[in-house]
């Protein structure tokens, strides 16, 4: 069974961090290109951060370019996104992404929040 689980999220002031991370299961982790996307209320689903199977690249949306960083741990099956200088406009319900060929398994959200 595959299975994604986000953990992390939470209630931030403005400039702080949060990380969040994503255990994946039941799927060969290390063959799959990792994203985090998020959703804000009333807006479309966003494309954060990827990061490719082996972990040698990253790309990130130019909206959270220079505060995120996506990293990955094929040994613990994890990916993460460290978040820093959160602003008002990160808070969302974030979400992992895995995929490979035609699997594209999800997640089901961790919500962040960004308020003073």
């Known amino acids: 069974q595959v299975q994604l689980v986000e953990s992390g999220g939470g209630l931030v002031q403005p400039g702080g961090s949060l990380r969040l991370s994503c255990v994946a299961s039941?799927?060969?982790?290390?063959?799959?290109?990792l994203n985090w996307f998020r959703q804000a209320p009333g807006k479309e689903r966003e494309w954060v951060a990827r990061i490719s199977p082996f972990g040698g690249t990253e790309t990130y949306a130019d909206s959270i370019k220079g505060r995120f960083t996506i990293s990955r741990d094929n040994a613990q099956k994890t990916v993460y996104l460290q978040m820093t200088s959160l602003i008002a406009d990160d808070t969302a319900v974030y979400y992992c992404?895995?995929?490979?060929?035609?699997?594209?398994?999800w997640g089901q959200g961790t919500q962040v929040t960004v308020s003073s």
């Open positions: 039941g799927f060969t982790f290390r063959l799959y290109a």
């Open positions: 992404n895995a995929v490979s060929g035609v699997d594209d398994f």
